[in-house]
Every structure is written in structure tokens, then in C-alpha cells.
């Protein structure tokens, strides 16, 4: 049973940093395509941050974060982390990590992962 847990979240002046950690439960990290970490506004859809593939060679993110953040894993520790420098209040949302086996699908639309977190907090005051 494949479960996701996010930790990491909370409030920082703008300008500052977090570290999203998402706990992967049920198999490798290694074995999915594909993680990634989504955000959702109130009264906005949820979006794609970024991304990483199974090899870890690839990663993706979206333009308002490129420089900022930095998707990471640990296989040791089955884990997918979110390093978020520079923060803007624009960042504040509900963040959530996600993951999906089959090989074809897209990183940043979230009807291409399957599996997903319960989603944390991150609010960036200015």
C-alpha cells in the first residue's frame, strides 16, 4: 500500500527558506517515474512545483520557481524533499507530494499521479 507523508511545512518571512520532506511508504522511490511536489492556492487549482524521474537525472520545475527550489531524493531513506530558498508570499499554499508507476504522463498535470499526500501548509508572510 503505497502511502505519502508530507512534514516540513510552517511560516517564514519572505525571503526565507523551508525544507518539505515526503515520507514514501510501500515501495522504493526508485520504482515510481515519477514524484513531484504540487501547490494549491485557495480559490486556485492545484500546480505542478517540480518534479523528479525515476533515474533522478531528470527533474522539472515550473517557471515561477526555477532558482528557488530544488527537488531532491534520498533512497536510503525513501524520502523526496523540497529545498524552497528565497520565499515569496506568492508561495503560500497547501503543498502536497505525489507519485506515479506508469511511464507515459506528463510531470506537472496532476491527473498523471496516482498517488498523493495529505498536504502541508506553507504560509510566507511579506
Known amino acids: 500500500q503505497v502511502q505519502l507523508v508530507e512534514s516540513g511545512g510552517g511560516s517564514v518571512q519572505a525571503g526565507g527558506s523551508l525544507r518539505l520532506s515526503c515520507a514514501v511508504f510501500g515501495y522504493a522511490v526508485t520504482i515510481y517515474s515519477r514524484l513531484g511536489w504540487f501547490r494549491q492556492a485557495p480559490g486556485k487549482e492545484r500546480e505542478g512545483v517540480a518534479a523528479i524521474y525515476r533515474g533522478g537525472d531528470y527533474t522539472y520545475y515550473a517557471d515561477s520557481v526555477k532558482g528557488r527550489f530544488t527537488i531532491s531524493r534520498d533512497n536510503a531513506k525513501n524520502t523526496l524533499y523540497l529545498q524552497m530558498n528565497s520565499l515569496k508570499p506568492d508561495d503560500t499554499a497547501m503543498y502536497y507530494c505525489?507519485?506515479?508507476?506508469?511511464?507515459?504522463?506528463?510531470?506537472?498535470?496532476?491527473?498523471?499521479?496516482?498517488?498523493w499526500g495529505q498536504g502541508i501548509q506553507v504560509t510566507v508572510s511579506s
Open positions: 505525489a507519485a506515479d508507476f506508469r511511464p507515459l504522463g506528463s510531470w506537472f498535470q496532476p491527473q498523471d499521479y496516482n498517488y
